[in-house]
């Protein structure tokens, strides 16, 4: 399997009041977090954790809902062995998921077209640019 050199990080911009961010930049100072980005990761991370059980929920209503669809949230990674395994069930499946979708690039393309109708990520699809072409997926 290849190596992907697609980051799981993305970059978001956000609007901060002052007296806000001189409460964050207080504590950075003072070595509470080694600078705002730490504190707005570690905030968000708090937010995520506190929204877990809807986060749970909602995820396996929207898995359930699919019929013929793969469906995750993070990383998947789609290897050459799982779309031989999906051919030999004749099966053709959609992807659907949040995060970053990584798919061999060692995957014959035709194999790929035969086994993955569509492909609805949001986030990120590692793959090359025809496999882009083809799903209309942003890198």
Not at 33 to 62: H, W
Not at 65 to 78: D, E, H, I
């Amino acid at each position: 399997m290849n190596t992907y050199s697609t980051t799981l990080t993305e970059k978001v911009s956000v609007n901060v009041n002052t007296s806000t961010l001189a409460a964050i930049d207080l504590l950075v100072d003072h070595g509470y977090y080694s600078n705002r980005s730490d504190f707005v990761n570690q905030a968000l991370r708090e937010a995520v954790k506190s929204q877990e059980p809807s986060i749970q929920r909602i995820s396996r209503q929207v898995g359930e809902n699919l019929r013929s669809a793969q469906w995750f949230m993070g990383v998947m990674v789609l290897t050459e062995e799982e779309v031989d395994r999906l051919l030999e069930q004749g099966q053709k499946i959609s992807i659907t998921g949040y995060g970053v979708l990584c798919i061999d690039h060692g995957i014959p393309e035709e194999k790929l077209f035969a086994a993955v109708e569509k492909i609805a990520v949001k986030g990120k699809v590692a793959c090359t640019d025809s496999v882009r072409a083809h799903y209309g997926t942003r890198g």
